[in-house]
């Protein structure tokens, strides 16, 4: 969905930032290999995508839409990011206009996404890496419930909240910090609520809620999936590395969702919701590599996700793929029994959110329990 016309987002050009230094890739589900931009001998640059009105869209991705970047391999890019429904949500906006626009998309999400984003060789069946190198926050942030009274299945408490409750934050950036009231101090720790690769055509039909595509057959952004989209998990801050199995030609990327802070669970159905001046992130194309499911690392945890309506089934595929990855690893190879006994005892799964009608788990494995591993070892 294009934006709305009378709405008048202001675009601007980030100033040309050298390309980050290589993150170390650490081990794939499969096989212990060291990631390499498909093109050894391409020299990687740096592109921009600012949040125009061409560039976003309102809670639906379309795979037929043009790419509005076109990278290679290996390439950063710097992407620029709105608050939800295309911008209008704003300080001071009161709770009946929040109603009204998230009445105003039906079956679509309330997110901004921008995007899409072509990687050149990326294929189906292929994996794109893809490293979040930095984040820049904008100034200003929000959480909100929605009326329980005309919303009964969204949060946690929604029959508890009839009147629905919401609130603006002026966000430090200095101390990347803010004041939630007097006596109380958040810290920022910023990280994309939506992160999405092309849509899987054999994705599931709706158990719950509206439909997942709409009569043009766009895909909406309410739900988490094996493509990534509202995963809603906060582990995924700057220096983190994502992994997710390639459905369309060309990848396809959008970000959007942009939160600043979120506790696990995302239980009133927002986080600290903000946007991005930019999300710097580097993909690469790994041929060597095959995924069913999106999973990251970070410096200190491998992390696993699992999502479904039924929560114990989310926790069920994020167990599952964690023994499937330690069983297949080789820095200490290990039995599937063994694999399974060790994800008991040191594995830490939480519940990503709850609030997303697919619920999400994660599962995260402490580095530190391989006491001889070298970040990229074979």
């Known amino acids: 969905m294009k ?15 050298a390309a ?52 290679k391999s290996g390439d950063t890019v710097s992407i620029e ?47 794109l890496e893809i490293h979040i190198l930095k984040i820049v926050p904008k100034a200003d942030g929000f959480n909100f419930n929605v009326p329980g009274k005309d919303f009964p299945t969204v949060g946690q408490l929604a029959s508890e909240f009839p009147e629905g409750f919401v609130r603006y934050y002026k966000l430090d950036l200095a101390k990347m910090q803010t004041p939630f009231k007097p006596g109380i101090v958040i810290d920022l720790k910023p990280f994309p609520g939506t992160f999405a690769v092309g849509v899987d055509p054999n994705e599931p039909d709706a158990k719950a809620g509206p439909p997942i595509h709409d009569a043009k057959g766009r895909t909406s952004t309410l739900r988490p999936w094996k493509n ?50 930019e999300i710097e992130i580097k993909p690469i194309v790994r041929k060597d590599l095959k995924t069913e499911w999106p999973w990251a690392e970070t410096k200190t945890d491998w ?34 029994e063994e694999a399974y006994a060790l994800t008991s005892i040191v594995g830490d799964c939480r519940v990503s959110q709850v609030v997303d009608i697919r619920k999400g788990v994660h599962c995260m494995i402490p580095k530190s329990v391989f006491v001889n591993y070298k970040p990229g070892a074979r």
């Not at 934006?3 to 930032?17: D, E, I, V, W, Y």
């Not at 929560?311 to 023994?323: E, F, G, Y």
Request: proline content about 7%; glycine content about 10%.
């Open 3 to 17: 934006p709305n016309a009378g709405l008048h987002s202001k675009s601007f050009r980030f100033a040309a930032a």
């Open 20 to 71: 980050a230094a290589t993150l170390c890739v650490l081990l794939a589900p499969l096989a212990a290999v060291s990631a390499a931009p498909a093109d050894d001998n391409h020299a990687s640059k740096h592109h921009v995508l600012p949040a125009t009105t061409e560039n976003v869209q309102w809670g639906w991705y379309d795979i037929n839409e043009k790419p509005r970047l076109t990278v």
């Open 81 to 127: 990011t709105l608050p939800h429904s295309l911008g209008q949500i704003k300080p001071g906006v009161p709770m009946d206009e929040i109603v009204r626009l998230r009445k105003a998309n039906p079956g679509g999400g309330p997110h901004s996404i921008t995007g899409p984003i072509f990687v050149e060789g990326a294929e189906p069946g292929d994996t």
């Open 228 to 277: 990534g989209s509202n995963m809603d998990v906060n582990e995924l801050q700057a220096g983190a590395t994502m992994y997710f199995p390639v459905f369309q030609k060309g990848g396809l990327i959008w970000t959007g969702d942009s939160h600043c802070r979120q506790g696990n669970g995302e239980v009133n159905l927002t986080a600290l919701e903000c946007s991005y001046k």
């Open 303 to 336: 992390i696993f996700l699992g999502f479904d309506e039924d929560l114990n089934q989310a926790m069920k595929i994020a167990v599952d793929q964690t023994v499937n990855w330690l069983s297949k690893q080789t820095i200490v190879p290990m039995s599937r």
